[in-house]
């Protein structure tokens, strides 16, 4: 079992900035990766971003320059910097961890991102 707290959304109006973050605790011997999906209504999960334990990164092209994740190793803990949001970035957002590079995805609960025009 892997237990999630995230935090850090909320609403906020068109080019404002949220942090979103989620620590990973439970049954996890070691973490390759973590990272944040997301999920607009009526659609399947996307990725947005993913970082390795070795700090390499990857990023949704339509998040690219205005994302930012970062990971504390020592802490299970993932952060989502996300700047000039936009009313398309409004989703469910979800935690997740990988235990290996061959492995399936845990989730977390997902916290609400809400961008008004």
């Known amino acids: 079992q892997v237990q999630f707290v995230e935090s850090g959304g909320g609403l906020v109006q068109s080019g404002g900035s949220l942090r979103l973050s989620c620590a990973a605790s439970?049954?996890?011997?070691?973490?390759?990766?973590m990272g944040w999906h997301r999920r607009h209504p009526g659609t399947q999960r996307e990725l947005v971003a993913a970082i390795t334990s070795g700090g390499s990164t990857n990023y949704a092209d339509s998040v690219k320059g205005r994302f930012t994740i970062s990971r504390d190793n020592a802490k299970n803990t993932v952060y989502l910097q996300m700047n000039n949001l936009r009313p398309e970035d409004t989703a469910v957002y979800y935690c997740?961890?990988?235990?290996?590079?061959?492995?399936?995805?845990?989730w977390g609960q997902g916290t609400q991102v809400t961008v008004s025009s």
């Open positions: 997740n961890v990988r235990p290996g590079v061959a492995t399936g995805y845990y």
């Open positions: 439970g049954s996890i011997s070691g973490i390759y990766s």
